[in-house]
């Protein structure tokens, strides 16, 4: 049963690199009404009353 946990890394990894949609570059924009996702195919807007858990991090 160890090749079930490899078989899910080598198929992501293969349709991370083939997808353009995932692979793009994402913008995060952190703002006073909310968070700001914008990608080369998308463009995402969510204010903080829709968000469950905000954390803040050293990194």
Do not use: C, H, Q
């Not at 353009?20 to 006073?32: F, K, L, M, V």
Request: hydrophobic residues 30%; proline residues 3%; glycine residues 4%.
């Amino acid at each position: 049963m160890a090749w079930i946990p490899l078989l899910t890394y080598f198929t992501s990894r293969k349709n991370y690199t083939t997808n353009n949609r995932i692979s793009e570059p994402i913008e995060y924009t952190i703002e006073n009404s909310g968070l700001s996702i914008k990608g080369e195919s998308f463009t995402s807007t969510l204010t903080w009353d829709k968000l469950y858990k905000v954390s803040k991090t050293k990194n």
